[in-house]
């Protein structure tokens, strides 16, 4: 148990590390200039295609209740 235990606090700083960053990353976006969103523009479709993969999203869950 002591073992489960270590696992699960494990992933759960990685998570709370991995969000803290998403956030220093969505604050660093928003005063940056036009220059540097060009190399972002990658990352945005790859999030798009990871999107299509998925069936249905939460928001239609969400609309259709």
């Known amino acids: 148990r002591?073992?489960?235990r270590?696992?699960?606090?494990k992933s759960e700083k990685q998570a709370t590390e991995?969000?803290?960053e998403i956030d220093?990353?969505?604050s660093k976006k928003a005063p940056k200039p036009k220059k540097e969103t060009k190399p972002v523009?990658?990352?945005h479709h790859e999030d798009e295609?990871?999107?299509e993969l998925i069936p249905f999203g939460?928001?239609?869950?969400?609309?259709d209740f």
Do not use: G, Y
């Open 24 to 26: 220093t990353r969505m």
């Open 58 to 63: 939460d928001d239609n869950d969400f609309s």
């Open 41 to 43: 523009v990658k990352h």
């Open 6 to 9: 270590f696992r699960v606090s």
């Open 49 to 51: 295609e990871a999107e």
């Open 18 to 20: 991995m969000l803290e």
């Open 2 to 4: 002591l073992v489960n």
